[in-house]
């Protein structure tokens, strides 16, 4: 089934532009626009990341824009994706082609390209993506660049990810951080995968800055009507991949007003870099509220 | 343990040279030399690639020369090294640290580094490597350019890679690609991960042309005393990782000598290239002799 799998994406996913493509070759060789390239890769299980009877395309459709989503927190643009599949005997050459469907699907808006892959035998399914992305134009964000006066943006909603599907069917937010960049002086950046505590954790602790957080300000993809449990499932549910930055802009609320306007995604001012150090959470009286941290970790020891 | 292991990745695998390292950002940041890369990805499974028992050094060891032995058989420089490790519960802290010390041996006779990787939990070990390499000088080498004329040439020995624990402690072919690249006009080639024969096959399919090899020429790992099962052993058992090429030299029985004298690594020409297709294969006495195909596949439906 491996040559079949082979055969198949070398004739689906050959591009003439691309010196050596995917399937013919040890490895791929490829043109690259700039002298820095952006690197990243991302391991999904089945029964952590997706579910057994999930359907493939949507697999695969999460594969590469859980890729995509790290090119976009570095404010970059996709440029190749490599896959390995480990499959198990259930997994026929449809359900694997469903899975190449699915991240040619997720590339589809970009010019990224599939050009390598490996696929073995495995117990479950396994579904390993590298990406390949670079910094068109401007500088890279990181995750150490925020300065107190900030303020502190997120795009989209948070919470109940997995629960209402979000994390097979989200937008990795490239276009969008495209055009954020142009209007907000972006300082620091991360894509809210392990949820947005974590997040605004680490860019605070990467940062050396405090930050403080409007919990009235977090939009939460379903309504609750308790407001601590809507803001505990929008910091620690995780797998929302929208950005949370800091930067500073001359009008924030204009800026919010037109981004929804274009992406139809809310754009959220939801608090403040400070001097200092930690996350502070602040509910709509301004008084400080906490939270039990149930970050999301893979290993629980 | 994710935290712990990113943490340590970080301290030890921090280069000063490399403008967003491992372990820092949701991408990394590297420098290319040219304007064109290459790109590999291998996926180890525990079970299928490894024992569950084996020493994790080993495993990282394996992982990351797979890898590297596809950007030999380009003709290619590594450059950079992405890891994601699916690890079970059994593994602990050490168990993950062990796995990058294989892979930082691996890596260290070469300026290859690693520069992003992921871990997440599994019900057994997963490892998937993702290269970047550049051709430092000349052409890329690919499996297409075989011509008629061309000698066929191997290195190292093959057969038994498996139960010698070869698989574990092979040298990837970097450097003597490097040098054989500048003795021996190189039309085409391939690393022996799947068996000579598939190796062979492969070759002769993508340049379109027929392979004639002289089995008595095919340097076996084990002696036997049985010839036919020595070279149905070396075609077949796969896991060589030795490399396989087509090409023109002047003097073939100096370059082999002087390629042996250099690295201690047996350089064979095992055969000719012929109009035509299909690989053929001939005893001693010149006599076509036939294998049963049993090529090294992961799917065996």
């Known amino acids: ?10 004739r689906s996913f050959l591009d003439k532009k691309i010196p050596v493509g995917i399937g013919l070759d040890d490895a ?4 690259i626009p700039k002298k ?23 697999i695969g459709r999460k594969a590469a824009s859980v890729s995509l989503s790290d090119i976009a927190a570095m404010g970059g643009e996709p440029l190749y994706l490599l896959v390995s599949l480990g499959l198990p005997r259930r997994y026929g050459f449809s359900d694997a082609r469903k899975i190449f469907q699915g991240i ?13 892959g490996d696929t ?18 401007g500088k890279v964000l990181t995750r150490s660049g925020a300065r107190p006066g900030d303020s502190i943006f997120a795009t989209g909603c948070f919470g ?37 505590h974590a997040s605004l954790r680490t860019l605070s602790q990467r940062s050396g800055a405090g930050f403080d957080v409007a919990c009235g300000e977090i939009k939460s993809r379903v309504a609750k009507k308790d407001f601590l449990l809507a803001v505990d499932s929008a910091l620690f549910d995780g797998e929302d991949f929208e950005l949370v930055f800091t930067g500073r802009c ?5 800026t919010a007003r037109d981004f929804e306007k274009k992406f ?28 039990e941290n149930r970050e999301f970790r893979h290993f629980t020891e």
């Open 250 to 254: 001359p009008d924030a609320v204009r």
């Open 28 to 31: 791929a060789l490829v043109d």
């Open 160 to 196: 109940d990810s997995l629960r209402t599907g979000w994390h097979y069917r989200f937008t990795p937010r490239i276009k969008e951080m495209e055009y954020l960049r142009k209007k907000i002086r972006i300082t620091s950046a991360m894509d809210a995968s392990d949820g947005l």
């Open 264 to 291: 139809k995604v809310p754009l959220s001012v939801i608090g403040k870099v400070r001097k200092g150090a930690g996350v502070k959470f602040f509910d709509r009286e301004s008084r400080e509220v906490r939270f």
């Open 104 to 116: 040619r699907a997720a590339l589809s808006p970009y010019r990224a390209k599939l050009v390598g």
């Open 120 to 137: 073995v035998r495995s117990r479950f399914v396994v579904v390993d993506t590298t990406i390949v992305g670079y910094i068109k134009e």
């Open 36 to 58: 820095q390239i952006l690197l990243s890769c991302d391991m999904l299980i089945e029964g952590t990341h997706f579910r057994s009877k999930e359907d493939p395309v949507h």
């Open 1 to 10: 089934m491996e040559q079949k799998i082979i055969g198949w994406l070398a």
